[in-house]
């Protein structure tokens, strides 16, 4: 019997986690298919809720859902809990369970594309305090970084964020990061700062130390106008393909029974992908 999975979200035409899954079900063999199904967050609960009566062992959650799939778990794990978000969710012994992978999949690309970037955890970061900004912000406190700072446009989403951690987390308003950017041993952008209708990016990046660790969580362009600026002071930088490539993992797992591997093919499969869209750069 075919197992099917999906991706779910709206608008979710541009989502590449087909491409992702297609890959390896094609690689390893498997009797299986992963689309796309289009959930407006009206629909959302009700979806989540009927997987099973629509022919699925799970699937992957999106915006504007993640909440919404938390919401209607009967399990979630401790990276779910914490965040008050789903983004991966199966089926098991008739029970909703769901898990929160974007964590697990910043490290895992931090990880392959920086080794050692970690060896230094003293000082964190991380520009801005969106929804992705929290899986961070958690991902790095589990890594054991000592401080973490959160920059934020609008302080008091700053301060929401860092509440649970206590001290760990300091928020900081994003016009005054100049004043840390030299302390940082990994510095993460979570915002839209440069791309095309936003923002530009308006800071100087020369304190940032030069053993220091950039990373963009936006893959879309590859490699954007932030990681441009750190690559024109000589820092190592890491893209945001890999986050989406590793977040992937857990739940190709849990749905096919494989644990299936980020490889030098599958990352050039999708930035082919990317190159054929025009999206390598801004």
């Known amino acids: ?20 899954h297609g890959y390896w079900l094609q690689h390893y063999g498997i009797d299986g298919e992963y689309g796309r199904e289009e959930v407006p967050p009206a629909e ?3 979806f989540y809720r009927s997987l099973a009566a629509r022919g699925y062992v799970g699937c992957n959650v999106t915006l504007p859902n993640k909440e919404i799939a938390f919401s209607v778990l009967d399990e979630a794990d401790d990276s779910a809990a914490a965040l008050g978000a789903a983004n991966t969710l199966w089926l098991a012994d008739g029970r909703l369970h769901g898990a929160n992978t974007d964590g697990y999949g910043f490290l895992a690309n931090l990880d392959a594309g920086a080794p050692g970037w970690d060896s230094r955890r003293e000082v964190a970061v991380v520009l801005g305090a969106g929804g992705a900004s929290r899986a961070v912000v958690h991902a790095l406190a589990g890594r054991g970084f000592t401080r973490i700072v959160l920059a934020n446009r609008t302080l008091s989403r700053a301060e929401a964020v860092a509440a649970p951690y206590g001290r760990k ?73 890999g986050m989406l490539l590793h977040q992937g993992v857990p739940g190709f797992e849990r ?9 030098a093919g599958l990352r050039e499969r999708v930035v082919a992908d990317l190159s054929a869209k025009g999206q390598l750069e801004a």
């Open 1 to 20: 019997m075919t197992i099917r999975a999906c991706v779910t979200g709206s608008p979710i035409a541009h989502s590449r986690s087909p491409l992702l």
């Open 44 to 46: 959302a609960a009700a």
């Open 169 to 241: 987390v300091q928020p900081l308003p994003l016009g005054d990061v100049s004043k840390v950017l030299g302390a940082a041993d990994v510095l993460v952008n979570c915002t839209s700062l440069g791309m095309k209708g936003s923002e530009p990016l308006d800071f100087d990046l020369s304190p940032v130390l030069a053993e220091a660790v950039v990373t963009d969580i936006v893959y879309v362009p590859l490699l954007t106008p932030f990681l441009k600026a750190a690559q024109a002071r000589g820092l190592r930088t890491v893209d945001g393909l």
């Open 255 to 263: 749905w096919f029974g494989v644990r299936p591997e980020v490889t």
